[in-house]
């Protein structure tokens, strides 16, 4: 008799038929019903399209007190990211976590109602990230030996400033100088995971470009322009010559 009244899941059609019901499914821990996934779906879009930075799969985790695990949490981030694409906003998985934002492609819409406008790095400044980024970690002076000029310190703090490079650490040279490396804050605002994900070297400057408001003003003394100056502390800089 009990088996009648409190069929067992998988032995009653119609334990069957209330799954396929069209009711939500129930996100489970352990065997015991907790949230849905269309609600849970709508926690993660506030959370995240309010928050101003990346937020990781443990903070996550929190807005559901312990409701929902780790794994199903990645499992209803990937099918977010599903149902978002051919939109003008994506859900994207950055080094710091998951965060939604404009795409590209609709940025430039954007621009033409900001009265900002967007600032841009100076070229010694994109050469001196580029370095960075592909020879990490690297001291000021192996940055001068590749470039072949003076890197003056405002260039170094522009980057520092930014957010985008960080001193790891001290080589062991006489002087002790300073070695950087990339952080995940320049992962992030470049939309990538890992340093693996690096455009071609090629590219980068073009991508760091394209950022629009993620691009810092130049700070090295120089007015907020692209094209050829004078280089850090050289009367005379390879942007002059031919």
């Known amino acids: 008799m009990n088996e009648q009244t409190n069929p067992k899941p998988g032995t009653d059609p119609n334990f069957e038929d209330e799954r396929e019901s069209g009711e939500p499914a129930a996100l489970e821990l352990g065997s015991v019903p907790t949230l849905d996934v269309a609600q849970a779906k709508l926690v993660l ?3 995240l399209l309010s928050s101003s930075e990346p937020l990781t799969v443990l903070q996550l985790k929190r807005l559901f007190a312990g409701e929902i695990d ?21 859900l994207t998985s950055v080094a710091s976590g998951w965060r939604f934002r404009v ?7 954007l621009d033409r109602i900001s009265s900002e406008r967007p600032p841009r790095y100076s070229r010694a400044v994109l050469e001196t990230l580029a370095i960075i980024a592909y020879r990490q970690p690297v001291s000021r002076g192996d940055i001068e030996d590749i470039r072949g000029v003076a890197v003056s310190p405002p260039t ?20 002790r100088p300073a070695i950087f490396a990339t952080t995940k804050k320049f992962l992030d605002d470049l939309n990538l ?3 693996e994900e690096l455009p071609a070297l090629e590219e980068l400057q073009s991508t760091v470009l394209a950022l629009d408001a993620a691009v810092a003003p130049s700070q090295d003394g120089e007015p907020s322009d692209p094209g050829p100056r004078r280089d850090d502390t050289t009367p005379e800089s390879e942007d002059h010559a031919g």
Request: proline residues 4%; hydrophobic residues 35%.
């Open 45 to 47: 879009e506030a959370a």
């Open 70 to 90: 780790a794994d199903t949490l990645r499992r209803i981030l990937d099918e977010m990211r599903g149902e978002w694409e051919g939109r003008a906003i994506e």
């Open 103 to 109: 795409k590209p492609d609709y940025q430039v819409y």
């Open 156 to 175: 170094l703090n522009a980057l520092v400033e930014r957010g985008w490079i960080e001193a790891i650490g001290y080589r062991e040279t006489p002087g």
């Open 193 to 195: 995971r890992s340093l």
